[in-house]
């Protein structure tokens, strides 16, 4: 089915590894965004990627680096992980200019 | 600073009966508005919009208002049914200035009882 997908869906990390989230959309949309979700903080923006071959950083990049690989995929890298980093991870994408995100279904992080 | 606000976490509602979810926000810079549902372990999905040329849009059960003056915003499920149980997230942007991102609020779980 068309969407967004990511993976891994679940992820335990000792604090100070590093990992990379995987996501990749076949929407052919211009624009791709990663979100952290939080108990009674809702939806954070953490980095978005207006087009292929650029990216900007949102609310809350610290600790975040990411990757707009071509134009399906674009992957959050966190270098050195920490237990504030514990969140769920959203990445969506739309097409340019366009509010309609379509969501992937998320990937749990916990770090220990 | 949390620009875009919901400060009901939760409400409980009976089938057949007005839900009634409301948001504020707080940057005079917003001017599209939006609604989003998630369940539990998905994404969030679009539920429904309203540009701030609107005070009202419709669509079936759902209806979205919008009060400029106060800031403030709502969304109205009637009649409400199980299925409709979720979070709902309020979302905005400032249009032009902040491309396609989006600001969303702390949810609101809704919860309607059969």
């Known amino acids: 089915n068309a969407g967004v997908t990511q993976t891994p869906k679940f992820q335990v990390l000792k604090t100070g590894q590093s990992m990379t989230l995987q996501c990749a959309q076949d929407m052919n949309h211009n624009s791709m965004y990663w979100y952290r979700q939080d108990p009674g903080m809702g939806l954070r923006l953490i980095y978005y990627s207006a087009s292929e071959g650029t990216t900007d950083k949102g609310e809350v990049p610290n600790g975040y680096n990411v990757s707009r690989l071509n134009k399906r995929e674009f992957s959050l890298r966190l270098e050195s992980a920490a237990p504030s980093q514990t969140s769920v991870y959203f990445c969506?994408?739309?097409?340019?200019?366009?509010?309609?995100?379509?969501f992937g279904s998320g990937t749990r992080l916990t770090v220990v | 600073d949390q620009q875009v606000k919901q400060n009901s976490p939760s409400l409980s509602v009976q089938e057949g009966r007005i839900s009634i979810l409301n948001c504020d926000y707080t940057?005079?810079?917003?001017?599209?508005f939006l609604w989003y549902k998630k369940y539990p372990a998905e994404g969030p999905t679009f539920l429904i919009s309203?540009?701030?040329?609107?005070d009202k849009n419709e669509d079936g059960r759902f209806t979205v208002f919008l009060n400029k003056s106060a800031k403030h915003l709502s969304l109205h499920i009637v009649p409400s049914q199980p299925g409709d149980s979720a979070v709902y997230f309020c979302?905005?942007?400032?249009?032009?200035?902040?491309?396609?991102?989006?600001?969303f609020g702390e949810g609101t779980q809704l919860t309607v009882n059969p």
């Open positions: 309203i540009s701030s040329i609107k």
């Open positions: 969506a994408s739309s097409p340019q200019g366009n509010y309609g995100y379509t």
């Open positions: 940057n005079s810079m917003f001017d599209y």
């Open positions: 979302a905005a942007s400032a249009g032009e200035t902040s491309g396609s991102r989006l600001t």
